[in-house]
Nanobody
Framework: QVQLVESGGGLVQPGGSLRLSCAASGFIFSLNAMAWYRQAPGKERELVAT???????NYAESVKGRFTISRDNAKNMVYLQMNNLKPEDTAVYYCNVYWIGRAYWGQGTQVTVSS
């Protein structure tokens, strides 16, 4: 079965950095686009970044120039490097994949940006 396991969240001061990781299994990772979403308290889940199977990336305007999505097909891993973090980046971050017609989500990892 498809499994996505996120890690790397935590508490960081404004301007700091974090690197999120997502370990994927149960599907052909190298053939699938992957994505990171986030959900802040009281808000809808929003798309943060995507990466295609061949490495093309796309970002939400709010994170462009600060976040970088990457993948390692040999390890079935996708990453989100987050720099210059702001309080408005505080959210639960989720790894996502669409596989055989449905979306799969990890359990999420909390990122809190606060002084």
């Amino acid at each position: 079965q498809v499994q996505l396991v996120e890690s790397g969240g935590g508490l960081v001061q404004p301007g700091g950095s974090l690197r999120l990781s997502c370990a994927a299994s149960g599907f052909i990772f190298s053939l699938n686009a992957m994505a990171w979403y986030r959900q802040a308290p009281g808000k809808e889940r929003e798309l943060v970044a995507t990466i295609t199977s061949d490495g093309r990336t796309n970002y939400a305007e709010s994170v462009k120039g600060r976040f970088t999505i990457s993948r390692d097909n040999a390890k079935n891993m996708v990453y989100l490097q987050m720099n210059n973090l702001k309080p408005e980046d505080t959210a639960v971050y989720y790894c996502n994949v669409y596989w055989i017609g449905r979306a799969y989500w990890g359990q999420g990892t909390q990122v809190t940006v606060s002084s």
